[in-house]
C-alpha cells in the first residue's frame, strides 16, 4: 500500500529530473557595462553552430527580443557582438527506492532489507545554449551565458522552450557588479 501512496511522488521527482533549465553566467569584472547600448550578431560564429537552421532562427529571434526587452538596440555599427554555441547531450536519470526499514534512501546493500526495492530509469536529452557577448571594438569576450536544460522534439513546444531558455539567460545580463 505504501507503493501506491509514493509512487505519484517517485514520478514526479523523475520526470522533473530533467525539466528544470539552469542558468550560469561569467562575465569580466573590468568592464564597464553601461556603455554599450547597441548590438548584432557575430555572423561567423553563427554560421557555425549546430543546429537546424529553423531552431537557429528561434534563437536568434528570442535574443532579439530578449535584448530589446532590455533596452539594447540591434545595429549595423555595434558595441556588442552576439555569438551562440550549442551542445547536446544524453541524460540518464537513476532513481532508487527501498520500500524495506532500516537506511531508506541511497544505494548500496541494506542489511534489513524486508520489503521490495524499485529503480526507475528514465533518459532526456539535455541541450546547453551559450550566448557570448563580444565587445566589437576590442573583439574580446567580455560576458557569457549559459543555459542548460531538457529539450523536446515537439515542434508546438520549441518555440516557448527556446525562448525560456534565451530569456532566462539573458536575464543575468548585464551583471550586477557589487561596489566596493
Not at 34 to 48: E, L
Request: glycine content about 8%; some cysteine; charged content about 25%.
Amino acid at each position: 500500500m505504501k507503493t501506491l501512496k509514493l509512487l505519484p511522488l517517485f514520478l514526479i521527482l523523475i520526470l522533473s529530473s530533467c525539466a528544470n533549465i539552469r542558468v550560469n553566467a561569467d562575465y569580466d569584472s573590468r568592464v564597464d557595462f553601461t556603455k554599450y547600448k547597441t548590438y548584432a550578431f557575430h555572423k561567423n560564429g553563427v554560421d557555425k553552430v549546430q543546429v537546424s537552421e529553423l531552431d537557429k532562427k528561434r534563437i536568434l529571434r528570442a535574443i532579439d527580443d530578449a535584448m530589446t526587452k532590455k533596452g539594447y538596440t540591434k545595429s549595423e555599427n555595434p558595441d556588442m557582438l552576439v555569438n551562440i554555441l550549442t551542445k547536446e547531450r544524453e541524460r540518464l536519470n537513476v532513481n532508487q527506492f527501498n520500500m524495506g526499514f532500516g537506511y531508506g534512501w541511497g544505494w548500496g546493500w541494506n542489511p534489513y532489507f524486508m520489503g521490495g526495492g524499485n529503480s526507475f530509469v528514465n533518459s532526456c536529452t539535455e541541450g546547453t545554449l551559450y550566448i557570448d557577448l563580444i565587445d566589437a571594438e576590442k573583439k574580446e569576450l567580455i560576458w557569457e551565458g549559459e543555459g542548460i536544460g531538457s529539450l523536446t522534439e515537439n515542434r508546438s513546444k520549441k518555440e516557448q522552450q527556446i525562448n525560456e531558455f534565451v530569456a532566462k539567460i539573458i536575464a543575468q545580463f548585464p551583471p550586477i557588479i557589487e561596489k566596493k
